[in-house]
């Protein structure tokens, strides 16, 4: 049991900081590209901690479906969000999130 | 542990490099760190859409975007991170404050794993016989996405004419 605490807290910590590295590039950047970056990372860290969670408790397989559906969820996201960043592009020649001040009712 | 490490450092390179370029190529970097490590946790399929679709896909998806869009000058990237330095710089310090918060708290050592009922199947008879519905949800979200793809495209064509 102390080789699975030892192993899930050393994972858990670089998750952890994973997870911070792409919350602190949603709320620090003003980009969209960046944006959708720092979603990717959150993404990530959530992927690396469920597989981690099904190699532990012996269910890889249930591990590994629910991940191949987050990645599909992942690249329908990317895809979507680029167009949008793109269409955003170039009715405002910019990436900037504050140009979409016009949309406020 | 070394992967964890490369993870986290490629990680940080994508947050904190300056070009849109190089914050791509830290993520695809990333990616290809994550498919190793969670090949090595015995999970090769994952790992093999992990390195395909997160690392090449996405990636490609970042570039042609990046190159549609017009990117910063090294003047305005400049002005950006003085700015933000001013306007963040307590966030590290929320991050130290809760990161020593977690070290100095207890954690429960006596941590057990709860076993999920059932055997371990395959994979794929997990993901064909027993997640069918999911599947289909999966299959819509795709169609969603390459249609509102489409139609974004479609309207930038419009207004060009």
Redesign the interface.
Known sequence: MNGNWQLFSTFGFFIVLLFVCGAYCLVVTRSMIRAIIGIELLIKAVTLLIILAGNMTGQVALAQSLVITIIIVEVVIAATAAGIALSVFRHTDSLDVRSLKNLKG | ?GL??L??MA??W??MARS?LK??IG?AI??AA?AI??FR???P??AV??LS??AG??TA??V???S???PLTHKEILQ?SKD?IKR?WY?PVI?AIVGALLIFMK?R????????PGS????R???WDF?RL?LLG?VM??I??AL??VL??G??KN?ER
């Open positions: 542990m964890l490490i993870t986290t990680a940080l994508t947050v849109l914050a791509t993520l990333t990616s994550i490590i969670i946790l015995n999970s399929l994952a859409f992990e679709v997160c896909l996405i998806i970042f042609s975007t990046i549609l869009t017009k950006v933000r963040y966030l991050l954690a050592q006596d941590f057990t794993m709860i076993q999920a371990p199947l395959d994979v008879t997990m993901l997640r999911d999966q979200i795709l969603a996405g509102g793809v974004l495209f309207e930038n207004d």
